[in-house]
């Protein structure tokens, strides 16, 4: 289980309806774990009735970015002969 965050910090009960989410991970690449599911219940109170919330995010085909190549100098020309 996980609780909500921001850049800011950590989000009050008061702000959101849900405080609480699981998190599921699946293998990709044979060496990262990333989130594939997260999904979180809880009851929206209004002033004369509440409203159930349920938040569900799924993500799908990682594929992870090729490496990045560096740019080699150029190779510097032998200097000219004279003929």
Do not use: C
């Amino acid at each position: 289980y996980g609780k909500w965050v921001t850049d800011l910090g950590p989000m009050h009960t008061g702000s959101l309806p849900f405080n609480m989410f699981e998190t599921y991970r699946e293998n990709v690449d044979g060496k990262y774990w990333f989130p594939n599911y997260s999904r979180a219940d809880d009851v929206y109170k209004l002033k004369d009735h509440e409203v159930p919330v349920r938040v569900t995010i799924k993500w799908s085909d990682f594929k992870p970015y090729p490496p990045v190549e560096v740019a080699q100098p150029a190779a510097t020309p032998p200097p000219a002969t004279k003929p």
